[in-house]
């Protein structure tokens, strides 16, 4: 990554770090989801910073509900720079909303949207008539369902022209950007023009997009390739995953490293692209690519694969069939080599598994991070990597007797069987290959040297450590505290690599308590750091739920362990919370809440329902419901009882059969609403059948709702992300027989 330093003088044409970061400021000072006040304001920032630049900007407004249901009137801010060609056009993109409803954004994507519009201006001093069009889309309601990229790319006839897209995204606050590929073919030819580019910190693997692939994270680019097959670059940061979505995604807790390091991308980038021909991107063939020092981006093709795995085999088979005949190996010191990598791998994957299990049993409020990054991860990921090296450590010095060639027999031979997976069920981690020729380089020579140099070791041994010490923390990092069997394995697996240099060190067990110190500091350390503060706050959530068809009333909150502040409402009469209704209000995680208790019942202005239509066409009966709130609400929630629906949609936007026969819980529509506007539903279903709606309408105004006296939330809570939080929440179901 680069290392910020003060840049604001920097030239012109340059991108400044420090001038990027006055767009942060300026677009974090208020949360600024959809339907929130500060959205217009961050959107009427951005126009006018594009007007300044001199370009013409136009917004693009409607409705959509994506593959999920989620519906929301997205408005976007588009630009286009004419070039001096006919060819496809490149696109900037990132999105100017936060998530709902505490989120600050400066990260997520106040980051991306200012990377942008520095990176567009210092590009422009310098190239004002580049070559291909230059589209700039920043996309509103990322946050809700993707509605921005979904309506550009449905809608917006410029999506037509679109050769390839940079997205700027982030899921934290910190940490190197990370650059993943969106193709629905083979990405050969992406690779190849951005080796061309040059970017100056190139952070990527094949088996980060990979991984990528299987999770369901979507970014805004998942839409253009998915709807439009427009290929591009996702650029996002994963790190300190603890600030994301909440009140501390702040401007002062942005990685200035990290911003400066998407600077760092978009400068080369939008050079080369702004040139190349964008409408030849589309391959047939994948590349297997990794980043590494002096080297900085390596790639080749898919079909080195193989052939690099039989030549490793052949080299091993080669060098056993030399060793065993120069007595050099021994086949029973051989076999016992096995006996320590058997222990290794079951002893650190046993501790790495139930790690995470065990912390929650001994810090019961980490439940309450529901994404499972704790604020002292990082240092629990330093103790269980330390904690895996000095077992191995201990391991291996219960078998010294045994001559480090024939121990390096088993390690080759189990990275060989893992190479054969990997290129068979995940290919593009097929890199692994590479530190297993060094292992076999140094195989060589210990077979044919007694005492080899231990300089010429270490220089076999550095491709094992660039290319694995980024991944010892990139699991825990990216997926949460849950993941830390991948830390403890890949640290063992890297160990075997290593076993080279480590095999002929003497003193292995000082070395191993050496590793358990650094383990029990690090616990130590961590523990230290498990309380939460005014730094590290403690997520918290209430609601105020009052069910309509009973008039009964409820606290409720999604906390495992109540903070004092909720305690005020919950603490006395607190009841495990059942489900409420016949389904969970979405949430990311598809938590419940945790705990309710009765509450004092408050006059909350009732939504409207009307029916507008009501008819029999043939053996379907159509129903046309309007429901309009009476009061300020953020988001309405329908459910449906076990009904099978022919045909639905929402504000004129019609949900997709795959989705109304794949609903979970009966789920209908979630509508984040802006200015108070209704939903007007459209349900065609079977005349033989009853529809019973469950709705919620909420409005996350608890904490300043006139009706309420709630104290302020102290300064070590802020609000529960991923979640829905201060709200007032009105459930109510109706009946259409
Ligand atoms: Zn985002």
Redesign the pocket.
């Known amino acids: 990554m680069p290392s910020y330093s003060n840049d604001a003088s920097a030239e012109k044409t340059t991108f400044s770090t420090d001038r990027a970061l006055k767009h942060v400021k300026q677009i974090s000072q208020n949360p600024h989801g959809v339907g929130f006040k500060a959205h217009e304001d961050v959107r009427d920032y951005i126009v006018s910073e594009l007007d300044m630049m001199g370009l013409e900007t136009s917004l693009q407004e409607g409705y959509t509900a994506g593959d999920s249901g989620n519906l929301s009137k997205a408005i976007n801010i588009l630009a286009r720079i004419k070039g001096s060609g006919s060819g496809k056009a490149l696109l900037l993109l990132?999105?100017y909303d936060s998530?709902p409803h505490s989120s600050l954004?400066a990260s997520?994507?106040g980051s991306?949207v200012a990377t942008i519009l520095e990176g567009l201006r210092a590009f422009l001093a310098e190239n004002p008539n580049p070559k291909n069009d230059i589209i700039i889309l920043i996309s509103d309601a990322?946050?809700l369902g993707l509605n921005g990229a979904d309506l550009f790319v449905k809608e917006h006839p410029w999506r037509r022209d679109v050769g390839l897209v940079l997205n700027f995204?982030?899921?934290g606050s910190g940490g190197p950007s990370y650059m993943l590929i969106e193709t629905n073919r083979g990405n050969s030819r992406l690779i190849e023009e951005f080796t061309k580019a040059n970017t100056p910190y190139p952070v990527a693997s094949s088996l980060a997009y990979s991984i990528y692939k299987m999770l369901p994270n979507d970014?805004?680019l998942t839409v253009f390739r998915e709807d439009g097959d427009i290929e591009g670059f996702n650029f996002a940061f994963i790190d300190d995953h603890y600030d994301y979505h909440t009140v501390h995604d702040t401007y002062e807790r942005l990685d200035r490293n990290t911003l400066a390091h998407q600077g760092s991308y978009l400068m080369p980038l939008l050079k080369h692209f702004s040139n190349a021909d964008l409408g030849n991107l589309k391959s047939l063939n994948d590349y297997v690519y990794f980043n590494i020092p002096f080297f900085k981006f390596v790639s080749y093709p898919f079909e080195w694969i193989w052939p690099m795995f039989y030549l490793a085999a052949l080299l091993f088979i080669t060098f056993l069939i030399h060793g065993f005949r120069k007595k050099e190996l021994d086949f029973i010191a051989v076999l016992k080599g096995f006996i320590p990598i058997l222990l290794i791998l079951a002893i650190n994957g046993i501790v790495g598994y139930f790690s995470w299990s065990v912390l929650k049993w001994m810090y019961p409020h980490y439940k309450d991070i529901l994404h499972g990054f704790t604020y002292n991860g990082h240092t629990y990921i330093t103790a269980f990597v330390f904690l895996s090296l000095g077992v191995c450590f201990m391991s291996y010095q219960k078998f010294k007797k045994i001559k480090t060639s024939n121990l390096l027999v088993a390690p080759i031979f189990l990275w060989l069987i893992i190479c054969a997976m990997v290129a068979i069920y995940l290919p593009g981690a097929s890199f692994f290959i590479i530190p297993v020729f060094a292992l076999l380089a140094s195989f060589w020579v210990t077979l044919n040297q007694e005492i080899p140099s231990a300089f010429l070791m270490v220089l076999i041994a550095l491709p094992a450590i660039f290319i694995f010490a980024p991944f010892l923390q990139m699991f825990p990092v990216g997926l949460g505290l849950k993941m830390m069997v991948a830390s403890t394995l890949l640290s063992s697996l890297t160990f075997l690599l290593l076993l080279p240099i480590f095999g002929f060190f003497r003193k292995k067990a000082t070395l191993a308590y050496f590793c358990f110190l650094i383990f029990f500091g690090s616990m130590i350390v961590a523990h230290f750091n498990s309380a939460f503060s005014q730094e590290n706050a403690k997520p918290t959530s209430l609601l105020y739920v009052f069910d309509e068809d009973t008039q009964s009333a409820k606290w409720a909150t999604y906390e495992n362990s109540l903070s004092k502040w909720t305690s005020q409402y919950l603490g006395e009469s607190k009841k495990v919370s059942e489900k409420l209704a016949n389904a969970t209000i979405s949430s990311k995680y598809n938590s419940d809440f945790t705990y309710v208790s009765d509450a004092p019942i408050k006059e909350i202005p009732s939504m409207k329902i009307e029916k507008t239509r009501d008819t029999v066409i043939g053996n379907s009966r159509h129903l046309d419901i309007c429901i309009t709130p009476q009061r300020d609400i953020n988001r309405l929630e329908v459910f449906t009882n076990k009904v099978s629906l022919e045909r639905a949609s929402v504000n004129g936007i019609a949900l997709s059969s795959f989705y109304l026969k794949n609903r979970r819980w009966g789920k209908l529509i979630t509508h984040y609403v802006s200015n108070n506007t209704y939903t007007d539903l459209t349900l065609v279903f079977s005349k033989d059948e009853v529809l019973e709606l469950a709705i919620y309408e909420a409005s996350n105004d608890l904490l300043s709702n006139s009706q309420f006296s709630i104290p302020t939330r102290p300064e070590h809570n802020i609000p529960m992300p991923f979640i829905l939080n201060d709200a007032i929440l009105v459930t109510k179901t109706v009946r259409f027989d």
């Open positions: 990132s999105h998530g954004g997520d994507a991306g990322e946050e995204e982030a899921r970014t805004d």
